[in-house]
């Protein structure tokens, strides 16, 4: 089993400037994905960034250039900062690690205000 924790939401005005972390404990040993997924009111949840085990990282195309995902391997710790923060980046923001399976986090809400 892996346990996540998000930490970091809260709210925010647009262009501003917010950093999320992901704790995971338990079994953490060859987690091999770990990735930040949102999902807004009414829509789908939807990938944000991923980070593998070789260091490549991936980011939808909404949010390229402005959020970066990291990982502190030795804290078991991922993060997303995200800056110039535009409205619609509102959204529950879930942490997501692969370990022969998935597991998820309980969501921070991030609400980005116009």
């Known amino acids: 089993q892996v346990q996540l924790l998000e930490s970091g939401g809260g709210l925010v005005q647009a262009g501003g400037s917010l950093r999320l972390s992901c704790a995971a404990s338990?079994?953490?040993?060859?987690?091999?994905?770990m990735a930040w997924h949102r999902q807004a009111p009414g829509k789908q949840r939807e990938l944000v960034a991923t980070?593998?085990?070789?260091?490549?990282?991936n980011y939808a195309d909404s949010v390229k250039g402005r959020f970066t995902i990291a990982r502190d391997n030795a804290k078991n710790t991922v993060f997303l900062q995200m800056n110039s923060l535009k409205p619609e980046d509102t959204a529950v923001y879930y942490c997501?690690?692969?370990?022969?399976?998935?597991?998820w986090g309980q969501g921070t809400q991030v609400t980005v205000s116009s």
């Open positions: 997501y690690a692969v370990r022969l399976y998935a597991y």
């Open positions: 338990g079994s953490i040993s060859s987690i091999t994905v």
């Open positions: 980070s593998t085990n070789d260091g490549s990282t």
